[in-house]
């Protein structure tokens, strides 16, 4: 028999199996900041720094205030490495072997193109190992080369950058860290422990365990769900979540108003309520597949950094606001490092926001800005709660 879960009980399901809705007590610290990504599975990263870095915030819209440290503790040290999970992430280190069958197909599409850089560009291929071989760990930009020179902004990578990255996909090389947030490349046997280089993990298994892994990440989730988290196919993803279901992990449910079939994880949390206050980053889980943030809140979302100027509906680095178990709205935040303030660049509601939203939002916005070590918050006067939000920032 499929149980019916409503449409708050699902919201409260995966807010909970993210995370929300925990007392963390203390500040916390490396234990509780490896419970959140072992939780998660993953941390998405992304380059922008116009408020903070993407991976660092999970873990404050979830855990409160702590350390940035103690997280690069964590994501650089030896239980955790960078690959193309969802997108570029930090995922554990036992993660690793799951995608090598991903590696595989990276490396085999780009040799049956003729026309590809990798096919092109065998010899700097072949020369980028040997140097790492030679010299062991180094940035991109510490590799001495006529090819090292960038061909155009922003992407315009080099040939070497690009041979890295390309090796980097294919698993032939891997992160040793990061310098100044540029990636540290070398060769597995320079890095992964005799556990993780060589453990084979067949396809069809390494799929499963992925797809048990967003399962327990999202709590509940239809197939699209379960497929994008690790940004599989459904073709490999569709028979794990079958055979999930015959194992009893995974349990069918119907949600109410979901147009999809839906699965509910056995060991999921079914919460009466969830309580929190937090600013998402737009690569956090609970919003990067953006069909599920509609159908789970009704938020439609979309990032404008790539939008030009003129045509940004809501800003330039659009923050979804959650209060309990609602996304009430979005503000578009700058840390100004050097004048000290966090800006508000834009502040916008959902309609019919909960009573006090502009008060919680403002205590919020506080703790963000001590927890960046700034003196005060501003808020310009754009958007449909840029007059709310600075009155109750200006109150006592």
Not at 146 to 159: I, L, Y
Not at 257 to 281: N, S, V
């Amino acid at each position: 028999m499929v149980a019916t879960i409503s449409p708050g009980l699902a919201r409260r399901v995966a807010l909970g199996a993210q995370g929300f809705g925990r007392a963390s007590g203390s500040q916390p610290g490396v234990r509780q900041l490896n419970a959140l990504v072992g939780r998660l599975g993953l941390l998405q990263i992304d380059s922008v720094n116009v408020f903070e870095r993407s991976h660092y915030m999970p873990a404050f819209s979830r855990l409160g205030a702590y350390d940035k440290a103690e997280l690069d503790r964590v994501t650089y040290g030896k239980r955790m490495i960078e690959y193309w999970a969802h997108e570029a992430s930090f995922i554990p280190l036992e993660t690793l072997p799951l995608m090598r069958w991903r590696m595989n197909d990276y490396r085999v599409r780009a040799l049956a193109e003729s026309d590809s850089w990798a096919a092109a560009n065998p010899q700097m291929i072949s020369w980028l190992l040997a140097e790492l071989a030679e010299k062991g760990p180094l940035a991109a930009s510490a590799i001495e080369h006529e090819s090292n020179v960038r061909n155009g902004p922003w992407w315009g990578w080099s040939d070497v950058k690009r041979g890295l990255e390309t090796l980097f996909r294919w698993g032939d090389v891997v992160t040793a860290g990061r310098t100044r947030f540029e990636r540290v490349y070398a060769l597995p046997s320079q890095v992964l422990p005799p556990a993780i280089l060589d453990a084979e993990v067949p396809r069809a298994e390494a799929v499963r365990q992925l797809v048990s892994i967003a399962a327990r990440a999202h709590g509940i989730g239809t197939a699209a769900d379960l497929v994008d988290y690790f940004r599989l196919k459904g073709v490999d993803a569709l028979p794990a979540i079958h055979e999930l279901e015959e194992s009893g992990e995974l349990l069918p449910v119907t949600v109410a108003g979901w147009q999809k079939p839906a699965w509910l994880h056995r060991d999921a949390r079914l919460p009466r309520r969830i309580e929190a206050d937090a600013l998402l980053t737009p690569f956090d889980p609970v919003v990067w597949l953006r069909s599920r943030a509609e159908r789970m809140f009704d938020f439609h979302y979309r990032i404008e950094i790539y939008t030009p100027e003129p045509k940004r509906v809501f800003g330039y680095y659009v923050l979804p606001v959650l209060l309990d178990e609602r996304i009430v709205g979005r503000v578009d935040l700058k840390n100004d490092r050097q004048a000290g303030l966090l800006r508000v660049q834009a502040a916008w509601i959902e309609p019919n926001p909960p009573d006090g939203t502009a008060e919680r939002l403002a205590a919020l916005l506080r703790r963000t800005a001590a927890w960046q070590n700034l003196s005060d918050v501003t808020v310009a006067p754009r958007g449909s709660f840029a007059a709310p939000l600075a009155a109750a920032l200006a109150a006592p």
